[in-house]
C-alpha cells in the first residue's frame, strides 16, 4: 500500500546507545518531517526536510540528526539516546505546506 | 506564543448521537487549519483541511467550521460509530514558516463512543 513506513515499529534503548529510525515514503513527496508525541503534548517537530539533500531543524532539535540522502527516505538518528527521548515517533510527509499530510504508524522509542 | 487549545480533553458519548469538538487558536497569521483523527497505535489521519477563507467542510459523518475573525474551530461529528473512538487533533499551520510547514498541534480531544 502506498504510504509512509517506519521501521522499527519499537525498540528498547539502554541510556549512551545509538539508533537510527528509518521513514521511506513512496507518494514522490518533497517534504518530510520528524516529530515526537508525548502523553499530554501536541506533536512536535524535530527535524524536517524541503528536498532531498537538504534538512532543517524543528522545534525540539537537541540530540537528534537527520539525513534525506534519497528523496523517498528520511533517517532520524539518536546519537546518544537519553531518557528523555522516550517518546512515539512520527514520520510525515508532504507534496508542500498547504498540502495534507500522510503520516507513518509510528515508532515507539523506550530509553531505560 | 502561537497556541492550539482543544477542548474538551475527553469525551464519552453513546453509539448513534452527536458531538461537537472545539479548537481555539492564537496562531496568526495562519494558512489553514487541519482536522486529524488518531486512533491508538496509529498515525494521525487528515478529516479536512481549511483555508482562512472557508467557512465549513465536510468529510461524510464530519463536519469542521472554521470562524477566522474569533479564531474558533469546530468539529461536528453525526450519528457516532464506535470505530468514532480516537483522539482528535487540532492542527494549525503557521504562515510564517513557509518552508517545512510548521504546523502546531493541539492537544486533542479524546472521544470514546460507547455502545
Known amino acids: 500500500n502506498a504510504g509512509v513506513t517506519q521501521t522499527p515499529k519499537f525498540r528498547v534503548l539502554k541510556t549512551g546507545q545509538s539508533m537510527t529510525l528509518l521513514c521511506a515514503q513512496d507518494?514522490?513527496?518533497?517534504?518530510m518531517y520528524w516529530y515526537r508525541q508525548d502523553p499530554g503534548m501536541g506533536l512536535r517537530l524535530i527535524h524536517y526536510s524541503v528536498g532531498e539533500g537538504t534538512t532543517a531543524k524543528g522545534e525540539v532539535p537537541d540530540g537528534y540528526n537527520v539525513s534525506r540522502l534519497k528523496k523517498q527516505n528520511f533517517l532520524l538518528g539518536l546519537e546518544s539516546a537519553a531518557p528523555s527521548q522516550t517518546s512515539v515517533y512520527f514520520c510525515?510527509?508532504?507534496?508542500?505546506?498547504?498540502?495534507?499530510?500522510?503520516f507513518g504508524s509510528g515508532t515507539r522509542l523506550t530509553v531505560v | 506564543k502561537n497556541q492550539v487549545e482543544q477542548s474538551p480533553q475527553s469525551l464519552i458519548i453513546l453509539e448513534g448521537k452527536n458531538c461537537t469538538l472545539q479548537?481555539?487558536?492564537?496562531?496568526?497569521?495562519?494558512?489553514?487549519l487541519r482536522w486529524y483523527k488518531q486512533d491508538t497505535g496509529r498515525g494521525p489521519v487528515s478529516l479536512t483541511i481549511m483555508t482562512f477563507s472557508e467557512n465549513t467542510k465536510s468529510n461524510g459523518r464530519y463536519t469542521a467550521t472554521l470562524d477566522a475573525d474569533t479564531k474558533q474551530s469546530s468539529l461536528h461529528i453525526t450519528a457516532s460509530q464506535l470505530s468514532d473512538s480516537a483522539s482528535y487533533i487540532c492542527v494549525v499551520t503557521d504562515l510564517v514558516y513557509n518552508q517545512g510547514g510548521k504546523l502546531i498541534f493541539g492537544q486533542g480531544t479524546e472521544l470514546s463512543v460507547k455502545p
Open positions: 479548537c481555539n487558536y492564537t496562531v496568526s497569521p495562519f494558512s489553514n
Open positions: 510525515a510527509s508532504s507534496y508542500g505546506t498547504g498540502q495534507g499530510y500522510t
Open positions: 507518494m514522490n513527496h518533497e517534504y
